[in-house]
């Protein structure tokens, strides 16, 4: 029997609806498959425990959480209560960071059952490895108040070693896939980051000779994946262009409700955290309309990252099963609630 200790946090807004549903459909797997376990620990960790505490989780929550083998988080942010900045890099930013989760990876595909807005959507199956430890996400920068004249100045820091790391990932993804990369990169506007990033582009590349690469300006880029997604397999972005590239990525499979994503530490020495592309989503919560397909195609990259992929293509397949049947959330054109379409996926899984 392997056993897996999952720390749980649901946080904020509807991350509290979708991960509990996923968390039986897991589960469910668990049951059904008969050889894992899952042993869940959840913290409450959220807006609330900040406005309660002053913190976003407790001064050793880092090391509560560095003995598990997986961090499952559904969605932080409240900014009615808290600013965005605050939550977030109290919590979120500070565990990828913390535990090096330095590649975020975030497919997009056609799903079975759910229109993409394309007019030809083509079937395309694409994946962002986006950079997730640097870049224009940094703290170095500041403010400077001098009334009319106020000004804010953002550092971006692009590392050789960072960049190399995303790109090499990228490279070795393509391998067991379609053998193409894509580079987004901006070198025709920003100056030093982004010539810098094709250069190890560049030298990367060369490593790689079977696999073929090419690089794109982000903004043609963002264009191709609505007119033409499925030119593209793997592509290799910075933090904030892949960041905004994988939002798109979820709109055009149909809705970022269905998009994954999974935070990867590398080198074995923190687990690493699997949470899904959306938000807390304050607009809906409380409704029970939430799509879970995000938080559970999710969870099936935290399946994969254990080595069970086997089982995370079944419930893939269930997934779809049960979109193509017509038993969906209002976001992609159903009218099922979190809940249904979360029982119908077990209730699929138990028949297998
Ligand atoms: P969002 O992703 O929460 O919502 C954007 C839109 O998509 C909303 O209309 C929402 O209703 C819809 N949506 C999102 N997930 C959905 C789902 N599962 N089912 C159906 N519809 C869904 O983005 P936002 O509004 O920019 O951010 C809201 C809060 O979430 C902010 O505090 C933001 O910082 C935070 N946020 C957190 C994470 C995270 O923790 N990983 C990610 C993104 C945004
Ligand atoms: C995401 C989110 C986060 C990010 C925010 C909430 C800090 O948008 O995971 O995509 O920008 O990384
Ligand atoms: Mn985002």
């Known amino acids: 029997m392997k056993k897996f200790e999952i720390a749980v946090i649901p946080g904020d807004g509807i991350g509290k609806e979708v991960v509990p549903a996923a968390l039986d459909v897991l589960q469910t797997v668990a049951d059904v498959h008969g050889g894992i376990q899952f042993d869940w620990t959840e913290f409450p960790w959220n807006c609330d425990y900040y406005l309660e505490h002053g913190k976003m989780m407790p001064d050793n929550g880092l090391e509560i959480l560095q003995g598990f083998d997986g961090i499952f988080l559904g969605a932080i942010g409240n900014p009615q209560l808290v600013p965005d900045h605050v939550s977030l890099w109290g919590l979120l930013i500070k565990i990828r960071r913390e535990f090096e989760q330095v590649i975020n990876i975030r497919p997009a595909k056609c799903m079975k059952g759910i229109r993409s807005p394309l007019v030809n959507p083509n079937d395309f199956d694409l994946i962002v490895v986006r950079e997730n430890s640097e870049g224009e996400y940094s703290e170095i920068g500041g403010r400077i108040h001098r009334g009319e004249d106020e000004i804010a100045v953002q550092n971006a820091i692009f590392t050789r070693k960072g960049v190399e790391r995303a790109m090499r990932y990228a490279f070795e993804l393509a391998k067991k896939r379609r053998g193409h990369v894509t580079s987004a990169?901006?070198?025709?506007?920003?100056?030093?980051?982004?010539?810098?990033?094709?250069?190890?582009?560049?030298?990367?590349?060369?490593?790689?000779?079977?696999?073929?690469?090419?690089?794109?300006?982000?903004?043609?880029?963002?264009?191709?994946?609505?007119?033409?997604?499925?030119?593209?397999?793997?592509?290799?972005?910075?933090?904030?262009?892949?960041?905004?590239?994988?939002?798109?990525?979820?709109?055009?499979?149909?809705?970022?409700?269905?998009?994954?994503?999974?935070?990867?530490?590398?080198?074995?020495?923190?687990?690493?955290?699997?949470?899904?592309?959306?938000?807390?989503?304050?607009?809906?919560?409380?409704?029970?309309?939430?799509?879970?397909?995000?938080?559970?195609?999710?969870?099936?990259?935290?399946?994969?990252?254990?080595?069970?992929?086997?089982?995370?293509?079944?419930?893939?397949?269930?997934?779809?099963?049960?979109?193509?049947?017509?038993?969906?959330?209002?976001?992609?054109?159903?009218?099922?609630?979190?809940?249904?379409?979360a029982n119908e996926v077990c209730r699929r899984l138990k028949a297998l």
């Open 185 to 341: 990169t901006k070198s025709n506007g920003i100056f030093h980051s982004m010539p810098f990033w094709d250069e190890v582009f560049n030298d990367v590349k060369k490593d790689y000779r079977e696999i073929e690469s090419a690089a794109f300006h982000i903004d043609a880029l963002a264009a191709f994946f609505v007119t033409r997604p499925q030119i593209f397999d793997v592509i290799v972005a910075s933090n904030l262009f892949g960041d905004i590239l994988t939002d798109l990525g979820g709109a055009i499979m149909g809705s970022i409700g269905i998009a994954p994503a999974a935070n990867i530490n590398l080198n074995g020495k923190y687990p690493s955290m699997f949470e899904p592309v959306h938000g807390s989503a304050p607009d809906i919560y409380g409704k029970g309309i939430a799509n879970p397909i995000g938080q559970i195609w999710t969870a099936k990259m935290m399946l994969d990252h254990f080595g069970e992929d086997e089982l995370g293509k079944k419930m893939l397949e269930v997934l779809e099963e049960v979109t193509a049947d017509g038993i969906k959330t209002p976001d992609i054109g159903g009218n099922a609630s979190t809940r249904e379409v």
